[in-house]
């Protein structure tokens, strides 16, 4: 089979290495035009990317080198719940599992709610709080420079693929798909790397999109590079994100420098505004800063005849919480497994937009979630989010995703927990939405007083305590163990 993958940057290129790897009897190719430039600001990973890395055998202290990259621990979130608090969701599996912490936080109403991942990561978040790294028991992803980490692929990794420079200047086809770009570039497969512009699904096929309006709140972003003034101090292992005005801004440490942008949403504020927000933030005016409009939604059917899309031209959630890059290699483990059997039937190309659909629309929710569970209400923005009414079906809680709004309150009504398999326990902690209270502590526990719960708790909250400072003391006492800082580049 002919492969020919339309669109360079992380997504193309993330194509051809996966292809090239995994399906090395097929014939293929990219073309890439040397007039168009890639978005280029998606700089955080989360942790699925490091098996993406393994499957396809990468070295990984070789491409850190090259990309910019430094490792990132954890994912920070200031002034999203109210204006002077912040929370982190660490990477890796939680300690300590179930509502020990919320006992904690019931009982003594002081306790704040960034104490939650200190207490159910506290290793992971001993790590961060330290800077340090240590690969056997840090759980972690990447910052790097997108643009980067697509040429590194393209000069190091995708030997075999065929490299066309050259414009599409015209796209020939029938009732089964694509024939020919150019009239000359022939495949039996097309996969659509195009960005936003979704040059075949969308401007060829005319396969209709599902807006996701309704549920993400933001369309639109300002980006720029920020310089070090303090390394040592600046270069932090996490991705910062802090609730401003009409969104929130990203702080994304690379090795040689920050980069930052401003989500926001059009239908609050204009473009002119935004930006000056975003200088007033950054206390800096002489940068040069890019526009980014972003189509936030998903296309009804991802593999139409004989195209696929792959990345943005499929479809874009917003940057909270790293998904860029995720939905990439998702998508193309997806692919990969319905193309295992030889010819692609109708039968696995709908199945591939189902698992894609499905993984797509879980992580959507998961990021709206940031906003439903805000007490944030200065603004007309965080006002919206306040009152609005994120789901008609949240009063039914008819669920049937593993993560996301229904399933979490779900979970929360008739459980009285919070799922861990997925990162929406640590939001709902930061955000203080607690899965149980007293008065359900004192019913379910035949009857008990709050004198008895807390001689009943007390011993599992003792134990938090010394989980805590025994993480405290292993990262404190570890020899031979590098900063994050230097980490990256020895």
């Known amino acids: 089979m002919k492969i020919l993958i339309v669109g360079g940057g992380s997504a193309g290129w993330m194509t051809a290495a996966t292809l090239e790897s995994q399906l090395p009897q097929h014939e293929i190719s990219l073309i890439e035009s040397k007039n168009i430039s890639t978005v280029g600001v998606g700089e955080s990973t989360i942790q699925q990317i490091k098996g993406w890395i393994k499957l396809l055998n990468i070295d990984e202290d070789h491409f850190i080198k090259h990309v910019d990259g430094v490792y990132k621990l954890s994912i920070k979130f200031t002034d999203f719940y109210k204006k002077g608090e912040s929370f982190h969701y660490p990477f890796g599996e939680p300690i300590v599992k179930g509502n020990q ?30 800077k340090k790294f240590n690969k056997e028991h840090s759980s972690y992803a990447y910052h790097f420079d997108a643009t980067k980490f697509g040429l590194w692929l393209r000069d190091h990794y995708c030997k075999k693929v065929n490299h066309i420079i050259d414009d ?12 020919s770009l150019n009239n000359k570039y022939k495949a039996d497969l097309y996969i659509d790397c195009t960005g936003f512009k979704s040059l075949l699904l969308d401007k060829t096929l005319k396969e209709p999109f599902e807006s996701y309006s309704d549920l993400l709140p933001n369309d639109s972003a300002w980006a720029t590079k920020l310089q070090y003034t303090d390394k040592e101090k600046q270069l932090e292992p996490f991705t910062n994100c802090t609730a401003i005005e009409n969104g929130w801004v990203w702080n994304i440490p690379l090795w040689s420098r920050i980069g930052t942008g401003y989500v926001y949403s059009s239908k609050f504020v204009d473009d002119d505004t935004a930006l000056q927000q975003f200088k007033n933030h950054l206390g800096k005016e002489d940068l040069d800063f ?9 296309h009804e059917r991802l593999f139409v005849k004989n195209v696929v899309a792959i990345g943005l031209s499929a479809g874009f959630i917003e940057p909270l919480e790293s998904n860029g890059l995720f939905s990439v290699h998702e998508f193309l483990i997806r692919l990969l497994r319905n193309t295992r059997r030889g010819q692609i039937s109708q039968w696995d190309k709908d199945n591939f937009t189902y698992q894609c659909k499905l993984l797509f629309k879980e992580f959507a929710e998961f990021v709206a979630m940031h906003y439903a569970l805000s007490h944030r209400n200065d603004t007309e923005y965080w006002k919206h989010c306040f009152n609005k009414s994120w789901d008609k079906s949240m009063i039914n809680l008819k669920a049937n995703e593993i993560v996301g709004l229904k399933q979490a309150a779900k979970n929360r009504i008739y459980d009285f927990t919070h799922d861990t398999r997925a990162g929406s326990h640590c939001i709902a902690a930061g955000m203080n939405w607690s899965p149980t209270d007293i008065p359900s502590l004192i019913i379910h526990n035949n009857h008990k007083n709050i004198e008895d719960l807390k001689k009943q708790y007390n011993p599992i909250i003792y134990e938090l305590y010394k989980l805590k400072k025994q993480a405290y003391e292993k990262v404190s006492s570890e020899e031979n163990l590098l900063s994050v800082l230097e980490k990256a580049h020895k």
Not at 101 to 130: G, R, T
Not at 168 to 179: C, K, L, R, W
């Open 168 to 179: 599409v200047v015209s796209i020939e086809q029938d009732e089964n798909g694509i024939v």
């Open 290 to 298: 890019k526009k980014i409009k972003m189509r936030v939604g998903i």
């Open 101 to 130: 912490w919320w006992f904690k936080k019931i009982l003594n109403e002081d306790v704040p709610n960034h104490d939650y991942a200190d207490s159910v990561f506290p290793l992971q978040m001993q790590y961060v709080h330290q």
